[in-house]
């Protein structure tokens, strides 16, 4: 049914009520464009939206239903509201479940769009967002699904007069179901009218009676009984086609208000990138794969001439470590390995990595306090053996799962990794609502390590943390050496959400001497990082050697991107955690609790600050030259600090700074901090130091001095 009485929050829980306010808000604004405006209302009971200038078509309905039961009568109907916008139009969808049973939600329709035979589509995914040519034709459907491979619940196409997007506007965090996106050609009833051949746009809620699980929606939304659910989809037009972004306004303005801005702060310089080893290189005599293993295998020689090696490279900001703990000889298909640290324990040689003096710990004292990172094979498909073909994915409420993703990550704290890669870090095995809270566990737990999420994810995860884009393709034989580049323009729906934002561009050279026999020089490499930095992304490169070119950073994408008005301010680009957030076994938010205490003792490290070998140990203590002990928890040049909840993440905290510095000889460390309980409102001002307010009721008059042990 259509109607345009205004939708009530009446008999909804305070959750559900106050998102509904807030997608009520957006549907209800009107986006300024200059002097455009359309007409939108009803011609014959059908939805016309006319260029108000010359009445021109630009959306025709024709017969084409907003909502269709694609579960054989069994879907529940919703209500229909139709609001006319100054440069579109919103349609609020409403499900109520009064059955005693759960129901699926069907599929909405938007469109006909009147934009001709011929328009370009911004691609959904994850990639740059680069625009693809769609001809009538021989049109197949394209379909994309939210999140799992559409970085933003949106569609945008246009022809040379207009741009038109078309936005949906929902909690899924809170609903938790995927959307299946897909663009059809006009035909049948929808086929012939004013405006000539049309496109229409389908968002699947739920799965139809043919589709398979390879195709299907992967989290279908069902209604359980007496819920509501309410959707806001947005259809916005433009007559300046290339400045697209202004149709999708609506979807920005839901998602900064609901999810906020970046997290983290941003750093654009250079990463050198290594691959300790390749499946290629396995075999008999070296079975875990290691690049040069005859010289540096870690089995044998342990981690010393790596660290030489790459503490020689100068230039970079820091470096990335793949495969540490080598690749699987049986099972190629599962490499990386989920165990990216734990198979360092087996052999003293391998336990080298954990080595103060030798390790990978000295690697930041010896390059210079460059980052040192670790990339986490497969980080969503939790493996308990080595090679043995299994996996389960990764459930952050099932304690054996956590229990061993935090050995390794125990593990990495102690190397002195900075930087931590999630690899497969994907709702394709993990739904995109627990990877959320579960890496804000994991942030809060590690507050000294940024990580990185590979492949691109979806713009809700993008707030919390860098993301991994494969800048080469080399599978496949190239026609040209332009087509190993796979980056080609900045991620503009991440320009326009979340200035701020940091990308990693991954290149390799293989593609250039397998297929092309070039010679890489220093010269091409650097037009290289150049040119994905000037896209916006931070360059990581896998080549060895320093990078000499110290100009080189990622630059800021949407000051050129993003049309100037459309522009977010600098001080609004990025978004705080509350303080005191944590995540729990359960995987809900909330202040620290007994029980959060105690499944973080897991990961605690040990009482030295280090894992050393026999014979390593050296006293401990931070510190520069001339300068006093310093701590992570201090603000860096960077401006990052950590929000931490309770004194033994404090300690764990202290501890990784020694680790961060390679264990330098000093004075026993006199952190210039506090931790107290509370906030800064309900206690008496400090008289000197950093205080850092956990925001857990103080529960006594206690004050933790960090450094104490």
């Known amino acids: 049914m259509l109607s345009l009485t205004p939708f009530s929050t009446r008999n909804l829980g305070p959750r559900l009520a106050a998102a509904s306010l807030a997608i009520a808000a957006i549907a209800l604004g009107a986006a300024a464009q200059g002097d455009f405006a359309v007409s939108a209302g009803y011609e014959a009971g059908k939805i016309a939206v006319r260029d108000a200038r010359d009445a021109g078509p630009i959306v025709m309905q024709r017969n084409l239903p907003l909502w269709e039961d694609n579960a054989g009568g069994q879907s529940l109907a919703p209500t229909i509201e139709f609001v006319p916008q100054q440069t579109g139009y919103d349609l609020i969808y409403t499900f109520t479940n009064t059955s005693s049973f759960p129901k699926k939600q069907g599929q909405m329709r938007v469109g006909v769009f009147t934009l001709g035979s ?26 994309r699904y939210y999140p799992l491979n559409m970085y933003s619940p949106v569609w945008m196409l246009r022809d040379s007069r207009y741009a038109v997007g078309v936005s949906v506007q929902y909690p899924v965090l809170e609903y938790q179901h995927d959307l299946r996106f897909s663009m059809r050609r006009s035909a049948g009833a929808t086929a012939s009218g004013e405006g000539g051949v049309g496109w229409w746009v389908e968002i699947r809620l739920s799965n139809n009676l043919a589709d398979t699980p390879d195709s299907g929606l992967r989290y279908e939304a069902m209604i359980p009984p007496g819920e509501t659910r309410r959707y806001v989809v947005s259809v916005r037009a433009t007559n300046v086609s290339n400045e697209w972004m202004r149709t999708l306004t609506p979807y920005r303005t839901f998602f900064r208000s609901t999810y906020g801005g970046v997290r983290y702060e941003r750093k654009p310089m250079p990463i050198n990138a290594v691959s300790l080893a390749v499946d290629e290189a396995v075999s ?34 820091g470096f990335m470590l793949w495969k540490p703990t080598g690749v699987f000889k049986n099972n190629q298909s599962l490499n990386f390995p ?6 360092w324990l087996e052999n003293e040689n391998m336990r080298t990595a954990l080595d103060s003096r030798n390790g990978l710990p000295s690697l930041i004292r010896k390059s210079g306090k460059k980052e040192l990172g670790l990339w986490w094979g497969r980080a969503c498909q939790v493996m308990t053996a080595w090679d043995d073909g299994k996996f389960e994915p990764l459930d952050p409420d099932n304690p054996a799962h956590v229990q061993a993703a935090l050995k390794e990550m125990g593990l990495a704290a102690q190397a002195g990794a900075t930087i931590i890669g999630l690899d497969t870090f994907t709702h394709r095995y993990t739904p995109t609502w627990k990877l959320y809270t579960w890496l804000q566990r994991l942030q809060f737990i590690h507050p000294q390590m940024r990580f990185i999420i590979e492949p691109v994810a979806c713009d809700i995860m993008h707030t919390l943390a860098p993301m ?173 600090g950590p929000t931490i909840n309770h004194s033994d993440v404090a300690r764990a905290l202290q501890r990784a700074a020694m680790t961060r510095t390679g264990g330098l000889a000093a004075a026993s460390p006199n952190l210039p901090a506090q ?35």
């Open 118 to 143: 011929e328009v370009r589509v911004l691609d959904g995914g994850f990639k740059s967002g680069n625009e693809r040519l769609d001809k009538a034709d021989g049109y197949k459907v394209y379909a």
């Open 284 to 317: 008999n005599e070296n079975p875990y794969g290691w690049n040069r293993h005859v010289q540096r295998s870690p089995d044998v020689h342990g981690w010393g001439k790596w660290v030489d090696d790459l503490s020689s490279r100068s230039g970079w900001s």
């Open 338 to 343: 989920f165990q990216f640290t734990s198979r």
């Open 468 to 640: 991994w884009l494969r800048g080469f393709d080399d599978k496949l034989i190239p026609e040209s050496v332009e087509d190993l580049y796979q980056i080609k323009s900045p991620h503009y729906m991440a320009d326009f959400l979340l200035p701020g934002h940091e990308l990693w561009a991954g290149f390799r050279y293989y593609g250039h001497t397998r297929y092309f026999g070039i010679e890489v020089t220093q010269e091409r490499i650097h037009n290289d990082m150049r040119l994905y930095a000037s896209y916006g992304h931070v360059p990581v490169f896998f080549v060895d050697g320093s990078l000499t070119d110290d100009s080189i950073r990622a630059a800021k994408s949407w000051l050129t991107s993003v049309p100037a008005d459309l522009q977010i301010s600098e001080s609004e680009w990025r978004a705080s955690p509350a303080p005191g957030l944590t995540i729990g076994m359960s995987g809900s938010t909330g202040l620290v609790d007994e029980q959060t205490f105690a499944s973080d003792q897991s990961n605690q490290l040990p009482g030295s600050g280090m894992g050393e070998t026999p014979g390593s140990r050296l006293q401990m203590g931070p510190q520069r030259d001339g300068a006093p002990p310093m701590s992570l928890m201090m603000q860096d040049n960077s401006g990052r």
């Open 675 to 709: 931790i107290r309980t509370g906030n800064q409102t309900n206690l008496a001002p400090r008289t000197s130091g950093v205080v850092i307010y956990s925001g857990r009721a103080p529960r006594q008059s206690t004050v933790v001095v960090a450094g104490n042990e």
